[in-house]
Antibody, heavy 119, light 110 residues
Protein backbone atom coordinates (compact mmCIF):
# COMPACT_ATOMS: atom_id res chain seq x y z
CA UNK A 1 0.00 0.00 0.00
CA UNK A 2 1.14 3.54 -0.72
CA UNK A 3 2.60 5.30 2.31
CA UNK A 4 4.35 8.60 2.85
CA UNK A 5 6.10 8.79 6.21
CA UNK A 6 7.46 12.13 7.34
CA UNK A 7 10.09 12.97 9.91
CA UNK A 8 9.15 14.07 13.40
CA UNK A 9 8.36 17.44 14.92
CA UNK A 10 11.06 20.10 15.07
CA UNK A 11 11.61 23.02 17.44
CA UNK A 12 14.00 25.59 16.02
CA UNK A 13 15.20 29.07 16.89
CA UNK A 14 14.77 31.98 14.49
CA UNK A 15 17.57 32.05 11.94
CA UNK A 16 18.21 28.32 12.07
CA UNK A 17 17.50 25.79 9.33
CA UNK A 18 15.36 22.68 9.23
CA UNK A 19 15.12 19.71 6.87
CA UNK A 20 11.91 17.67 6.71
CA UNK A 21 11.96 14.24 5.08
CA UNK A 22 9.18 12.34 3.35
CA UNK A 23 9.85 8.64 2.67
CA UNK A 24 7.64 6.98 0.08
CA UNK A 25 6.82 3.30 -0.19
CA UNK A 26 4.37 1.07 -2.02
CA UNK A 27 4.92 2.54 -5.48
CA UNK A 28 7.72 3.50 -7.86
CA UNK A 29 8.95 6.80 -6.45
CA UNK A 30 9.84 8.41 -9.78
CA UNK A 31 6.43 7.74 -11.33
CA UNK A 32 4.74 10.59 -9.47
CA UNK A 33 5.79 14.08 -8.45
CA UNK A 34 5.80 15.25 -4.83
CA UNK A 35 3.81 18.25 -3.62
CA UNK A 36 4.55 20.26 -0.46
CA UNK A 37 1.78 22.01 1.49
CA UNK A 38 1.94 24.21 4.58
CA UNK A 39 -0.73 24.72 7.22
CA UNK A 40 -0.10 27.47 9.74
CA UNK A 41 -1.73 27.01 13.17
CA UNK A 42 -5.50 27.34 12.85
CA UNK A 43 -5.21 28.31 9.18
CA UNK A 44 -5.90 26.76 5.80
CA UNK A 45 -3.74 24.86 3.36
CA UNK A 46 -1.08 26.70 1.34
CA UNK A 47 0.27 25.25 -1.88
CA UNK A 48 4.05 25.55 -1.63
CA UNK A 49 5.11 23.85 -4.85
CA UNK A 50 6.24 20.49 -6.16
CA UNK A 51 9.25 18.58 -7.37
CA UNK A 52 9.53 16.39 -10.43
CA UNK A 53 10.91 13.12 -9.06
CA UNK A 54 12.25 12.04 -12.46
CA UNK A 55 14.30 15.16 -13.16
CA UNK A 56 14.63 16.76 -9.72
CA UNK A 57 13.26 20.03 -11.13
CA UNK A 58 11.40 22.00 -8.43
CA UNK A 59 8.58 24.52 -8.88
CA UNK A 60 7.96 27.01 -6.08
CA UNK A 61 4.84 29.04 -5.43
CA UNK A 62 5.07 32.77 -4.83
CA UNK A 63 5.98 33.27 -1.21
CA UNK A 64 8.07 30.11 -1.10
CA UNK A 65 11.07 31.17 -3.13
CA UNK A 66 14.56 31.78 -1.78
CA UNK A 67 14.52 30.16 1.67
CA UNK A 68 12.65 26.98 0.69
CA UNK A 69 14.35 24.14 -1.16
CA UNK A 70 12.85 20.88 -2.39
CA UNK A 71 15.24 17.99 -3.02
CA UNK A 72 15.29 14.24 -3.51
CA UNK A 73 17.26 11.10 -2.78
CA UNK A 74 15.75 8.67 -5.24
CA UNK A 75 17.98 5.85 -3.96
CA UNK A 76 15.89 5.80 -0.77
CA UNK A 77 12.61 7.08 -2.27
CA UNK A 78 12.71 10.19 -0.12
CA UNK A 79 11.82 13.81 -0.74
CA UNK A 80 13.09 16.66 1.39
CA UNK A 81 11.99 20.16 2.27
CA UNK A 82 14.67 22.45 3.66
CA UNK A 83 13.85 25.84 5.10
CA UNK A 84 16.67 28.23 5.96
CA UNK A 85 16.76 31.48 7.97
CA UNK A 86 13.66 30.36 9.85
CA UNK A 87 11.14 32.96 10.97
CA UNK A 88 8.32 32.72 13.48
CA UNK A 89 5.82 32.85 10.64
CA UNK A 90 7.25 29.60 9.23
CA UNK A 91 5.64 27.79 12.16
CA UNK A 92 3.15 25.23 10.96
CA UNK A 93 2.54 21.70 9.80
CA UNK A 94 4.24 20.76 6.55
CA UNK A 95 2.75 17.98 4.45
CA UNK A 96 4.19 16.07 1.52
CA UNK A 97 1.73 14.51 -0.90
CA UNK A 98 2.00 12.31 -3.97
CA UNK A 99 1.18 14.69 -6.80
CA UNK A 100 -0.37 14.22 -10.22
CA UNK A 101 1.40 17.17 -11.76
CA UNK A 102 -0.42 17.25 -15.06
CA UNK A 103 -3.81 17.64 -13.42
CA UNK A 104 -2.76 19.19 -10.08
CA UNK A 105 -4.18 16.82 -7.47
CA UNK A 106 -2.66 14.83 -4.62
CA UNK A 107 -3.92 11.39 -3.71
CA UNK A 108 -1.71 10.21 -0.83
CA UNK A 109 -0.51 12.46 1.97
CA UNK A 110 2.12 12.18 4.66
CA UNK A 111 1.09 12.54 8.27
CA UNK A 112 2.55 16.05 8.49
CA UNK A 113 5.57 17.48 10.29
CA UNK A 114 5.12 20.25 12.84
CA UNK A 115 7.86 22.85 12.63
CA UNK A 116 7.85 25.34 15.49
CA UNK A 117 10.07 28.42 15.30
CA UNK A 118 10.48 30.12 18.65
CA UNK A 119 13.22 31.79 20.62
CA UNK B 1 -1.88 33.16 -7.59
CA UNK B 2 -4.58 34.28 -5.10
CA UNK B 3 -6.41 31.80 -2.93
CA UNK B 4 -9.73 30.53 -4.21
CA UNK B 5 -12.79 31.84 -2.37
CA UNK B 6 -14.83 29.47 -0.19
CA UNK B 7 -17.49 30.27 2.42
CA UNK B 8 -15.98 29.97 5.91
CA UNK B 9 -18.76 27.73 7.12
CA UNK B 10 -21.62 25.51 6.01
CA UNK B 11 -24.04 23.31 7.91
CA UNK B 12 -26.82 20.80 7.53
CA UNK B 13 -28.77 18.24 9.48
CA UNK B 14 -28.17 14.50 9.16
CA UNK B 15 -29.66 13.19 5.94
CA UNK B 16 -29.75 16.60 4.28
CA UNK B 17 -27.61 17.81 1.40
CA UNK B 18 -25.13 20.67 1.56
CA UNK B 19 -23.16 22.36 -1.21
CA UNK B 20 -19.86 24.18 -0.75
CA UNK B 21 -18.75 26.65 -3.41
CA UNK B 22 -15.24 27.51 -4.60
CA UNK B 23 -14.84 30.62 -6.72
CA UNK B 24 -11.77 31.45 -8.73
CA UNK B 25 -11.04 33.11 -12.03
CA UNK B 26 -10.66 32.19 -15.67
CA UNK B 27 -6.96 31.66 -14.91
CA UNK B 28 -7.62 28.78 -12.54
CA UNK B 29 -11.04 27.22 -11.85
CA UNK B 30 -12.64 28.52 -15.02
CA UNK B 31 -9.72 27.75 -17.28
CA UNK B 32 -9.16 24.08 -16.55
CA UNK B 33 -11.11 20.99 -15.49
CA UNK B 34 -8.55 20.37 -12.76
CA UNK B 35 -10.45 21.15 -9.57
CA UNK B 36 -9.99 18.84 -6.59
CA UNK B 37 -11.54 18.71 -3.12
CA UNK B 38 -10.00 17.59 0.16
CA UNK B 39 -11.53 16.68 3.52
CA UNK B 40 -9.57 17.34 6.69
CA UNK B 41 -10.55 16.23 10.16
CA UNK B 42 -8.91 17.99 13.13
CA UNK B 43 -5.32 16.95 13.62
CA UNK B 44 -5.34 14.76 10.52
CA UNK B 45 -3.85 14.98 7.04
CA UNK B 46 -6.12 16.05 4.18
CA UNK B 47 -7.90 13.33 2.22
CA UNK B 48 -8.67 13.53 -1.49
CA UNK B 49 -12.44 13.42 -2.09
CA UNK B 50 -12.87 14.65 -5.67
CA UNK B 51 -10.40 15.22 -8.52
CA UNK B 52 -10.73 16.62 -12.03
CA UNK B 53 -13.99 18.35 -11.02
CA UNK B 54 -16.23 15.28 -10.84
CA UNK B 55 -14.16 12.12 -10.32
CA UNK B 56 -14.23 10.20 -7.04
CA UNK B 57 -11.23 8.16 -5.88
CA UNK B 58 -11.86 4.56 -4.95
CA UNK B 59 -13.32 4.33 -1.46
CA UNK B 60 -14.96 7.74 -1.36
CA UNK B 61 -18.73 7.39 -0.88
CA UNK B 62 -20.92 8.43 -3.80
CA UNK B 63 -22.62 10.87 -1.43
CA UNK B 64 -19.81 13.20 -2.41
CA UNK B 65 -20.05 14.80 -5.84
CA UNK B 66 -18.38 17.67 -7.65
CA UNK B 67 -19.38 20.07 -10.40
CA UNK B 68 -18.27 23.29 -12.05
CA UNK B 69 -19.91 26.20 -13.81
CA UNK B 70 -17.77 29.00 -15.14
CA UNK B 71 -15.33 30.16 -12.50
CA UNK B 72 -17.12 28.40 -9.62
CA UNK B 73 -16.74 24.79 -8.59
CA UNK B 74 -18.97 23.07 -6.06
CA UNK B 75 -18.83 20.09 -3.74
CA UNK B 76 -22.14 18.54 -2.74
CA UNK B 77 -22.47 16.17 0.18
CA UNK B 78 -25.76 14.29 0.13
CA UNK B 79 -27.26 12.30 2.97
CA UNK B 80 -25.12 14.09 5.53
CA UNK B 81 -23.60 11.93 8.22
CA UNK B 82 -21.94 12.87 11.47
CA UNK B 83 -18.53 11.79 10.18
CA UNK B 84 -18.77 14.30 7.33
CA UNK B 85 -18.15 17.10 9.84
CA UNK B 86 -14.72 18.41 8.83
CA UNK B 87 -12.92 21.17 6.97
CA UNK B 88 -13.13 21.04 3.19
CA UNK B 89 -10.65 22.63 0.80
CA UNK B 90 -10.87 23.08 -2.93
CA UNK B 91 -7.79 23.27 -5.13
CA UNK B 92 -7.23 24.10 -8.77
CA UNK B 93 -4.52 24.11 -11.35
CA UNK B 94 -3.58 27.75 -11.88
CA UNK B 95 -1.42 27.58 -14.99
CA UNK B 96 2.37 27.63 -15.30
CA UNK B 97 2.64 24.37 -13.35
CA UNK B 98 1.18 26.02 -10.28
CA UNK B 99 -1.69 25.08 -8.00
CA UNK B 100 -3.79 26.99 -5.52
CA UNK B 101 -6.05 26.11 -2.57
CA UNK B 102 -9.22 27.71 -1.35
CA UNK B 103 -9.43 29.17 2.14
CA UNK B 104 -11.39 26.23 3.47
CA UNK B 105 -14.96 25.64 4.66
CA UNK B 106 -15.89 24.23 8.05
CA UNK B 107 -18.82 21.85 7.60
CA UNK B 108 -20.96 21.33 10.69
CA UNK B 109 -23.50 18.52 10.95
CA UNK B 110 -26.23 19.85 13.21
Amino acid sequence: QVQLVQSGSELKKPGASVKVSCKASGYTFTTYAMNWVRQAPGQGLEWMGWINTKTGNPTYARGFTGRFVFSLDTSVSTAYLQISSLKAEDTGVYYCARYHAGNSWSDYWGQGTLVTVSS
Amino acid sequence: QSALTQPPSASGSPGQSVTISCTGTSSDVGGYNYVSWYQQHPGKAPKLMIYEVTKRPSGVPDRFSGSKSGNTASLTVSGLQAEDEADYYCSSYAGSNMGVFGGGTKLTVL
